[in-house]
């Protein structure tokens, strides 16, 4: 049974970007599951991560385009389907983050993020550091390089 840690986004710290973000929205070829090797994610060997992130439309176009590595220093393939973004180490295909999109008024949340544990274990400090490594992949995705981490905030009493 996979774990719960409920983390969220400081307002202050993430929505900045969303600018840079707009403007980086391409005309990239869209990304496919049978576009690179890989390996779903074990039922019994992941945790979720309970959030609400903020993702504009537009952001979420370039984000649904995916991500094919090019050269042997790329780490990352990624593709979504249905509102799911998957994440995948390039060289073994594993799956390492899968996070779930919701529908908002104005754009997407990310509502739920499925960690691998070979990668980051079950401990808010590195559901955090995971948390922190999925956001800045989705900015670069976004064309925006993030010096600093996002900064985020974990609950300790989550909401039910």
Not at 70 to 87: A, G, L, P, S, T
């Amino acid at each position: 049974m996979a774990t719960t840690i409920t983390i969220v986004s400081d307002e202050e710290g993430f929505f900045p970007i969303i600018d840079k973000w707009k403007k980086a929205v391409g005309d990239l070829r869209t990304a496919k599951a049978g576009d690179w090797k890989t390996k779903p994610m074990s039922p019994d060997n992941h945790y979720v991560i309970s959030t609400e992130i903020a993702v504009p439309e537009l952001a979420m176009e370039r984000i649904r385009q995916g991500h094919i590595p090019k050269e042997m220093e790329d780490k990352w393939f990624m593709y979504c389907e249905n509102d799911v973004i998957r994440y995948f180490r390039s060289w073994t295909g594993y799956n390492i983050f899968s996070a779930y999109c919701e529908k908002r008024e104005e754009g997407y949340a990310i509502t739920k993020i499925e960690v691998d544990m070979e990668e980051y274990k079950t401990s808010p400090s590195q559901a955090k550091e995971a948390l922190e490594n999925l956001l800045k992949l989705l900015a670069r995705q976004c064309g925006v390089y993030l010096d600093n981490p996002i900064p985020i905030r974990v609950l300790d009493n989550p909401r039910t």
